[in-house]
């Protein structure tokens, strides 16, 4: 046996705080796709072939120990839950058999030969081992059938059929003792119940975007696919390769499994490097959440580096090359993922961890024959890449067989290999405080924050704008004054005499007909009593009973936009037929109209004070209307905006208005004429004017923005037409941060976790903020890291911009989808939380209440929905 060793890298760097080859050892026989068992303390593997090796990774100077049983090569080995007895599992075509370590460690001490517990013969070649949470019962994977043994009684306690591979993987369901997963070489999942020995759930086969291909590129992947399974013969290559000559997609076998239980998500890998990920609740039906491909992965986090310019890193602590993947010339054809296990990575401090993932983010570790990954099960991205061949010391730099421990409680992580080509095998111990500290780290260095953290600065747009208004405050009041004294004056000499009469109203109706007012602006007790809400319930259940749906007009007409007033208690919605409606929250009486656009209604936003609403339309025009009076207040045309209005809203607390249109958004600062002289009431003497505007990057097009104006923020996010995200710091008056490549199409809404004025939440989620892609689902954000962290996917939206809003309370988003259902998601998890049903056609927009738990959703044949909590 040889001493540990550190290896070094082929950049001649020193690394040996990222990875040390503990152990290695040369067996007479190849171990090659074998299941390989590595556990908290101990790693298991065969030893010339029949014989089952056990080392001890805390203390490497215990003597190995060697267990002899069976007679033909052991094909799959695994390690029990439970520390006390700490059992391990070994099979071979000729038997299985049980071992307890600590008797067989007192054999050896007393120098007696250890002996096992023969559970079942002649089983045939079994491919996996799997021990339930309590060990009473292991499941042995053998052809296409799966046996449960119980350990006990050591009889067969359930025998399940119904693959039509051979079975290569198994796991237990750790909240759902009776629950067993297995996937095989036919592609598929099936959930079993192993006390009845019954089926719950079979999946489909699994396919990933590759099997649509052209029959050429399908012919040479199977080709590809072909000679890897030769080398894989434990593999049949009959099943790694379908009937290409019926012009079938080509098909690799699954080769692992993975439960996690804080997600309660499936995950599952094949021999050509895709990965599926599937939900477990109750309520989801086992519903895919997500397919990856472990290859395209690779690519994108080496083009990350490159584009952020991260290739150059510490001299300190320099992580191995990957020129060869930033060329792009030496990824391997396949990545086959051979094993899968939870990492530790959040145990990591963050101060060494620095960007790379979260706290509460679960990681995952992906065994493959050419490297080490580690792989995010939030946002569904590649933390780290640790390939073998980056270290040339190191004694396996293809694996054939991988075993991984990753939560070891002292941050590291033990790997288990096997040469693929050869008959070596190896345990490497990995630091992930050393591999993490020399990944390369983003250069935000700003501490963006939406809650600004410092005044308003002498040199800001801000406060320039805020300066000009104090000085210009007392001449607007002078000149008030003065139109006060001629307001006073008579018209003609004799004070009798009746004015001209343009104040009669027949008149009004030319210009404004008053339609819509109710009660002159009054609103009733009873509506004020209804949502009237001193505080949101931070607890309450979510909106999900359907309780009221209406049409917005007589024909259908599809409703673009929703926001709810900030005090909750009116709901605005913009239409196609270039109308803006007001209604109640209750949607009960009649709603008020504002009309004048010539256009679809983009975009509607309340004021913060609730006095005024501001609409965009595609005629270039941007209006501001009074929401008691339903009259025009302000309105700018196509002499401020060259082209259409993307959006508009109130920023810094009704201090200004922002708006975008083409690459640049405008900072405007308005002002709204309030006198009630009906005589010049048609005068225009409102009045707006651009203090400041910025343009995106390389004057791409802007196609969403957003910034917060319930409280003073400097921050606005922007999103353009060449996916990327910019965020611009107006205390700065500049750009502060960019990010590519956002999503794989443009976003069409960033939407912000704004809180509410009837709740709080801590500071640090209203960093937080989520952007939306039609048929790349939505992407959680983080603006402290400028990282994205977490995916939410499953909710159709392949041809309409769907809409998304966050709850008040912070701890879920909604969106609309294409399948006339809204998807509500929990902060904390990628998959859907509730699924509402009731629409008639595609979901368009959705708004939460700021007051009260109810969930406001609009659809493309003009009809509004409003949900209740039960």
């Keep these: 046996m040889e001493e540990p060793q550190e290896i070094s890298s082929t950049n001649d760097s020193c690394v040996g705080d990222i990875v040390i080859e503990k152990y290695l050892v040369e067996s007479k026989e190849p171990a090659s796709h074998v299941q390989l068992a590595c ?19 805390q203390d490497p100077s215990h003597q190995r120990l060697i267990l002899r049983g069976h007679q033909q090569p052991i094909t799959a080995v695994a390690f029990g839950n439970t520390a006390n007895p700490l059992l391990i599992c070994s099979a071979s075509q000729d038997c299985v058999i049980m071992w307890n370590l600590d008797e067989c460690r007192e054999k050896v001490l007393e120098g007696l030969t250890p002996r096992g517990t023969v559970m079942r013969t002649l089983l045939g070649k079994v491919l996996c081992l799997r021990f339930c949470p309590d060990d009473r019962v292991v499941a042995a994977c053998a052809g296409n059938k799966i046996l449960v043994l119980d350990v006990e009684s050591l009889s067969t306690s359930a025998e399940l059929e119904g693959h039509r591979g051979a079975v290569t993987a198994a796991e237990f369901c750790a909240w759902r003792v009776r629950v067993l997963v297995s996937v095989s070489e036919d592609r598929s999942f099936k959930v079993w119940d192993h006390r009845l020995g019954s089926l719950i759930y079979s999946s489909s086969v699994l396919t990933g975007s590759h099997a649509v291909s052209d ?13 890897w399974a030769v080398m894989c013969e434990p593999w049949s290559s009959s099943q790694a390769v379908s009937d290409t000559s019926r012009g079938f997609s080509c098909a690799s076998p699954l080769l692992s499994l993975f439960i996690d239980e804080d997600s309660r998500q499936l995950v599952t890998g094949s021999a050509d490097g895709q990965l599926w990920i599937v939900s477990l609740g109750e309520s989801h039906h086992y519903r895919c959440v997500t397919h990856v491909d472990l290859k395209k992965k690779t690519e994108s986090f080496s083009t990350r580096r490159v584009e952020s310019q991260l290739c150059s890193l510490p001299e300190e602590s320099q992580l191995p090359s990957t020129d060869g993947l930033e060329r792009g010339g030496e990824i391997e054809v396949e990545l086959p993922v051979l094993s899968l ?13 620095g960007f790379v993932s979260s706290e509460n983010a679960s990681s995952l570790w992906i065994g493959s024959s050419a490297g080490l990954f580690i792989f995010n099960l939030a946002n569904f991205e590649l933390e780290a890449v640790l390939r073998y061949k980056d270290f040339r010391n190191l004694s396996i730099q293809v694996a054939g067989s991988c075993a991984v421990m990753g939560k070891t409680g002292n941050h590291t992580a033990f790997c288990l290999l096997t040469s693929l080509f050869g008959s070596q095998v190896a345990v490497l111990e990995i630091r ?7 990944l390369p780290r983003p250069n935000v260095g700003k501490d963006l924050s939406v809650l600004p953290r410092s005044g308003v600065l002498p040199t800001s747009p801000l406060y320039f704008a805020l300066v000009e208004e104090k000085s210009t405050k007392p001449a607007s009041q002078k000149q008030s004054a003065m139109r006060s004294v001629v307001k006073d004056q008579p018209l003609v000499f004799h004070s009798r005499v009746r004015s001209s009469g343009y104040t009669s109203a027949p008149h009004v109706t030319m210009f404004l007909p008053k339609t819509n007012i109710k009660n002159n602006g009054k609103r009733s007790s009873k509506c004020k009593n209804n949502y009237k809400c001193k505080e949101y319930p931070s607890e309450s259940p979510l909106p999900t009973r359907l309780s009221k749906q209406l049409a917005v007009a007589g024909d259908p007409t599809a409703v673009c936009c929703l926001q709810f007033s900030d005090d909750g208690r009116r709901l605005a919605c913009g239409l196609a037929n270039h109308l803006s409606l007001v209604f109640d929250a ?26 005024w609403l501001l609409s965009t339309s595609q005629d270039r025009t941007l209006r501001v209307w009074s929401a008691r009076r339903t009259e025009l207040a302000l309105c700018l045309g196509e002499g401020m905006f060259p082209r259409p209005v993307q959006s508009a809203q109130f920023y810094y607390i009704d201090a200004f208005i922002l708006s975008s249109s083409g690459p640049e958004f405008q900072l405007l ?8 002289d009906d005589l010049r009431r048609y005068k225009q003497k409102s009045r707006c004017k651009a203090v400041f505007s910025l343009r995106m990057t390389d004057a791409v097009e802007m196609t969403s923005f957003s910034a917060v104006n319930d409280f003073y923020s400097y921050i606005v996010l922007t999103a353009g037409r060449n996916r990327t995200l910019e965020v611009f710091d107006l205390n700065v008056g500049r750009s502060a941060a960019l990010i590519a490549g956002a999503h794989s199409r443009p976003v069409h809404q960033i939407c912000q976790n704004k809180g509410s004025s009837f709740t709080s939440q801590q500071s640090q989620v209203y960093n937080l903020f989520a952007t939306t892609a039609v048929g790349d689902g939505m992407r959680l954000w983080d603006l402290r890291t400028l990282r994205c962290e977490r995916r939410f996917e499953g909710h159709p939206s392949r041809c309409y911009p769907c809409r998304i809003a966050f709850s008040p309370c ?15 998601y929990e902060m904390g998890s990628s998959t859907f939380s509730h699924r509402l049903a009731g629409h008639t056609d595609t979901v368009t927009a959705v708004a939460f209440n700021p007051s009260a738990p109810q969930l406001a959703t609009a659809t493309l044949d003009g009809k509004l929905q409003l949900f209740l909590a039960e």
């Design 39 to 57: 556990g908290v303390q101990h790693c298991a593997f065969p030893l010339d072939g029949n014989q089952l090796c056990i080392w001890n990774t």
């Design 215 to 227: 029959s050429r590129s399908r012919l040479g992947e199977c080709a590809r696919l072909s000679a």
């Design 341 to 353: 296990a939870p990492c530790a990575l959040s145990l990591v401090p963050s101060s060494e961890r």
């Design 432 to 438: 992930l405080a050393g591999l993490v500290r020399s």
């Design 586 to 611: 209750d949607l009960s009486g009649k709603p008020a109209v504002f009309s004048g656009h010539d256009g679809a209604v983009s975009t509607v936003c309340w004021s913060h004070d609730g006095r």
């Design 669 to 676: 600062k308005y002002h709204v004429d309030t006198c009630k």
């Design 810 to 824: 912070g701890r879920y988003v909604a969106c609309g989808a294409e399948d006339r259902h809204v998807y509500v």
